[in-house]
């Protein structure tokens, strides 16, 4: 076996100020490849390395530095011969302390510290949480941009990046920036009435960034002064034996914060519904079963005779026994569930008779005549 081919270097980019990345050429009987970098000017090996892949990325450069760079083609007879070299210079290193500082609803400046032997730079801006935005871009020659239209309620990500000699900017410095927002609710309380099934949230009112209209005296950012927001809302139409959770959404004009807190609440329970009723005949004993409900502690089932005497039974299970209930009545059965604040409405009655009582008084006559 020989030694394989020589491999030539296709493809050699400076992608930042500390990393550069290669493509070289693939050759016959070569399984693996050693790229070498050198920095330039002295020669020192400061990268070494073996891919079984034809690309490979070179990290933890010197900014702003030259380096030499080939590659060998090698296999089990040894080195082919290296590849032409390749010079390529590292990008600028990006500016340090990248900081913003609002200027208006919509508009801020970002400053930075200015690079040694950088002439010009390029401002990034990226409206996060918009997937597919084309990046807003521009240069300067200073160490301060001023950026205006900005949307309220919305966070950019800003970089700053040197450029070189060749107009290629390095990797940026970036920095996350939020035009006024609204401040979320931070309080929420609710009242809830059993009989109407209405509940009306409270809650604390926050003020939102101001479209208009100077600072109030000694603030530090614009509050609206025109009517109060709203303290509370009512909501009608809820359903029975549900738990419910309220929110508070804050929204001005151009923005909306919900709320980081939350209260949960219980309506009341729903009526039961009977499911059975078992009469024992010989003792007069009554039963009656329903079907459980949600939101409930207990049951209070109550027993109406026909004579106008009623009995009540108190129970967490879904059943009331009534004993010796006596013979020959009709009973009207309901049933409603209790929970800590609100009672439900009673269930539709049913009714239900005992055994008849047996005879009283019975007499007897005869007929001698016809044998009756």
Known sequence: ???????????????????????????IGADRYILVVLEYGNNQEVYN?????????????????SYKCFVYSSNQAGLGAASNVRTITTLVQPPTTVAITST???????SWQPVTNVLQYQVQVLKRGTPGSTPYLKSTTGTFMDLSSLEPCSTYTVGVSSVNAF???????????????MTPVSS?????????????VSWVPVFGPCPTGPALPGATTRRCPARPPPRSCQITSLQCGQTYRADVTAISADCSATSNTSTSFQTVPCPPVLQEVFTECRSNSLLFSWAATNNTNYYV????????????????????????SGCGNSY?????????????????????????????????SSDCQSDV
């Open 1 to 27: 076996m020989t030694v394989p081919a020589t491999s030539q270097i296709t493809f050699s980019k400076a992608i930042s100020s500390s990393s550069l990345r290669f493509e070289w050429s693939d050759v």
């Open 49 to 65: 390395n073996t891919y079984t892949t034809l690309s490979g990325q070179v990290e933890n450069l010197t900014p702003k530095t």
């Open 104 to 110: 208006g609803l919509s508009s801020a400046r970002v």
């Open 167 to 181: 107009g290629d900017p390095g990797e940026p410095s970036n920095v996350n920036y939020t035009t006024s927002t």
């Open 188 to 200: 929420i309380s609710v009242s809830y009435n059993c009989s109407s099934g209405m509940v009306t």
């Open 301 to 324: 089932g109550k027993s109406l005779s026909s004579s106008g005497e009623s009995v009540e039974c108190r129970t967490v299970d879904t059943a009331c026994f009534f004993a010796n």
């Open 332 to 364: 009207e059965f309901s049933v409603y569930a209790v929970s800590a604040e609100c009672n439900s409405e009673s269930s539709s009655p049913q009714h239900v008779n005992t055994s008849p009582c047996s005879p009283q008084n019975v007499v007897t």
